[in-house]
Nanobody, 123 residues
Framework: QVQLVESGGGLVQAGGSLKLSCAAS????????MAWFRQAPGKERAFVGG????????YYANSVKGRFTISRDNAKNTVSLQMNSLKPEDTAVYYC????????????????WGQGTQVTVSS
């Protein structure tokens, strides 16, 4: 089992920045990818960005490309999401997730989830 605990999030004005962090514990040696997903009210949970745990390759949804950056610290078992130039449409609950298989943007690959953290961007 892998446990994930998110931190960060909050309320920010449009154009501002926030950083989310996710700490992984437990059987972290089984992790293949880690990713951030988000879910806005009335919408399905969607892929935001992901990173391969070993090689550090990153992948982003088109809607956040160029504004968000995902990074990892293998020694600390943490993954972060730096969010810049935030827009009101970025408002959602953000979830950290870990998978044991390839396919970084496929939500069904993710076995372990954090509790979620709210990000609200005001206009």
């Amino acid at each position: 089992q892998v446990q994930l605990v998110e931190s960060g999030g909050g309320l920010v004005q449009a154009g501002g920045s926030l950083k989310l962090s996710c700490a992984a514990s437990g059987r972290t040696s089984n992790i293949y990818n880690m990713a951030w997903f988000r879910q806005a009210p009335g919408k399905e949970r969607a892929f935001v960005g992901g990173i391969t745990w070993g090689g550090g390759s990153t992948y982003y949804a088109n809607s956040v490309k160029g504004r968000f950056t995902i990074s990892r610290d293998n020694a600390k078992n943490t993954v972060s999401l730096q969010m810049n130039s935030l827009k009101p449409e970025d408002t959602a609950v953000y979830y950290c997730a870990a998978s044991r298989t390839a396919g970084v943007a496929i939500i069904s690959n993710y076995d372990f989830w954090g509790q979620g953290t709210q990000v609200t961007v005001s206009s």
